[in-house]
T-cell receptor, first 114, second 112 residues
Framework: DTGVSQNPRHKITKRGQNVTFRCDPI?????LYWYRQTLGQGPEFLTY????????KSRLLSDRFSAERPKGSFSTLEIQRTEQGDSAMYLC????????????FGEGSRLTVL | AQSVTQLDSQVPVFEEAPVELRCNYS??????LFWYVQYPNQGLQLLLK??????LVKGINGFEAEFNKSQTSFHLRKPSVHISDTAEYFC??????????FGTGTRLQVFP
């Protein structure tokens, strides 16, 4: 399967702990996006990369959140000092830019903060 | 700033009936418009997209959408739905940065 891969698929953690999610995009894609989706809502944009450069960060991305894409391949999203409000599905997507806007999404990483 | 409004949070419909899922957008620049579908426990999949050209766009699984610039709408339609169409449908807009702004989604529930 050469689609977008996300790990872990599920993560349960206690408030205050740090968590890290990994995303492996489609190999030839130069753009990588992170979104967050809560129950009953559409995906909310968090940040995106073109190759290794982080081009935009949403105001939703507080200082506790950091994303990296070293070498322009896989990406990690780290959440420090997790809060219950961080509980959500974290979605990763990739695209080949300029590509007419089709993003290819992974199945997501579900975070539950107790 | 761009935004998307999906007025219907849920749309119940019987199998083989037609369906329309509504989407209105707001943008100060030219936009690209998309419909994505999310089946349970699966990632989002692209149904169709409007970039330019013909305002009637056909997608996968028999869905189509019409771009209406004067009404800032991009409604999704299917003439005859199947049980397998039960899913969450998201309308999205972008301004050619490939960054998508999504609506809150419409849950389509198809009953036998």
């Amino acid at each position: 399967d050469t689609g977008v891969s996300q790990n872990p698929r599920h993560k349960i953690t206690k408030r205050g702990q740090n968590v890290t999610f990994r995303c492996d995009p489609i190999s030839e894609h130069n753009r990588l996006y992170w979104y967050r989706q809560t129950l009953g809502q559409g995906p909310e944009f968090l940040t995106y990369f073109q190759n290794e450069a982080q081009l935009e960060k949403s105001r939703l991305l507080s200082d506790r959140f950091s994303a990296e894409r070293p070498k322009g391949s896989f990406s990690t999203l780290e959440i420090q000092r997790t809060e219950q409000g961080d509980s959500a599905m974290y979605l990763c997507a990739s695209s080949l830019a300029p590509g007419g806007g089709e993003l290819f999404f992974g199945e997501g990483s579900r975070l539950t903060v107790l | 700033a761009q935004s998307v409004t999906q007025l219907d949070s849920q749309v119940p419909v019987f199998e083989e009936a037609p369906v329309e899922l509504r989407c209105n957008y707001s943008s100060s620049v030219s936009v690209y418009l998309f419909w994505y579908v999310q089946y349970p426990n699966q990632g989002l999949q692209l149904l169709l997209k409007y970039l330019s050209g013909s305002t009637l766009v056909k997608g996968i699984n028999g869905f189509e959408a019409e771009f209406n610039k004067s009404q800032t709408s991009f409604h999704l339609r299917k003439p005859s739905v199947h049980i397998s169409d039960t899913a969450e449908y998201f309308c999205a807009v972008s301004d050619n940065t490939d960054k998508l702004i999504f609506g809150t989604g419409t849950r389509l529930q198809v009953f036998p």
